[in-house]
């Protein structure tokens, strides 16, 4: 029988199948966290210096980097503490927030991903309209709705997950506190919480994913229609960068849902594909293929180095 004392903290054990690699991994780790910062921090900077720059769409590309800077900084810095030796202990209070704001976050971005494809579409499909229909109100309005499903979905997720009790085994064998991960340790029948936590998760990714591929049809139908080949090419090298980025965040989500048998060390690639990698890779695709980006901060860099 289980000790029936409540925990107050979990133990993560980190990668599963890395045992040996700990000092690898956090120079890895390191790297592509610190990257993923400075690279999103500049694009930011870049759109808020840069009068040019104040539109719809990159107001919404600038939130789209404080969402890059802050997702991984959900897991990655406590990842980064075990990995150099220090605790592996996290508080059962540090576990909630870190699976609110997990979900928070990330139910968020993907939900702006929609209201930029939204956004393009508007573009492509009414330009004359453009500025109309993207007032500052509505790109308000649909980065509260971004945020209001957000902050929903996590509430229902950690609601869920932490309404069971947990006591006796605190060994979690993963290196932030997922949703599996936290259950595989309740005291109490949890499979109520997984179905929430499966169903919930799968629609929400499927809803978005859908309204994304809607915009992208039209945009896809408007492009085909412009009679130049250099302006289907301009129209669209507007959308090949978000559809670029948007292949990097839903792609690890697919393929966590299509595998077969659940695998541990699959599992966590793909997760630290879907918190750290993608992140650090919108920065390199917005900074490259976008040639306002590009433009302000060359100018950024060299202001710089002439005040240097």
Avoid at 96 to 125: K, P
Avoid at 149 to 160: E, K, R, S, W
Wanted: glycine share 6%; charged share 10%.
């Amino acid at each position: 029988m289980r000790n029936q004392t409540l925990l107050d903290e979990f133990i993560l054990l980190g990668i599963p199948q890395t045992e040996g690699l700990e000092t690898v991994l956090f120079v890895i780790f390191s790297f592509i966290y610190s990257f993923t910062l400075f690279g999103n921090l500049l694009i930011f900077i870049a759109i808020i210096s840069s009068s040019t720059l104040h539109t719809p769409m990159y107001f919404f590309l600038g939130l789209l980097s404080i969402f890059d800077m802050s997702f991984p900084s959900v897991t990655c810095p406590k990842m980064l503490l075990y990995l150099s030796g220090q605790s592996h202990a996290i508080s059962y209070k540090g576990c909630v927030a870190q699976l609110f704001f997990y979900h928070f976050l990330g139910s968020s971005e993907g939900c702006l991903y929609s209201v930029m494809s939204y956004d393009r579409f508007v573009a492509i499909c009414h330009p004359l309209r453009y500025m109309l229909i993207m007032k500052p109100g509505v790109c308000a309005s649909l980065l509260m709705v971004a945020w209001l499903v957000g902050c929903l979905q996590a509430t229902i997720l950690t609601t869920f997950t932490f309404q069971l009790t947990y006591c006796g085994l605190n060994h979690m064998d993963y290196f932030f506190c997922d949703i599996p991960a936290v259950l595989s340790l309740a005291c109490t029948d949890s499979s109520l919480a997984q179905k929430v936590g499966s169903i919930n998760v799968g629609f929400l990714a499927l809803i978005l994913l859908f309204s994304v591929c809607i915009s992208y049809v039209h945009i896809g139908i408007a492009i085909l229609r412009i009679p130049s080949a250099k302006g289907r090419q301009k129209a669209f090298s507007t959308c090949s960068a978000h559809l670029t980025a948007i292949l990097c965040a839903y792609g690890p989500v697919i393929i966590i849902y299509l595998q077969g048998t659940p695998n541990p060390l699959f599992g966590a690639v793909v997760q630290i594909l879907n918190n750290i990698v993608s992140p650090m890779l919108n920065s390199l695709i917005y900074s490259l293929r976008n040639k306002e980006v590009k433009r302000s901060l060359k100018k950024r860099i060299a202001k710089c180095r002439a005040f240097v």
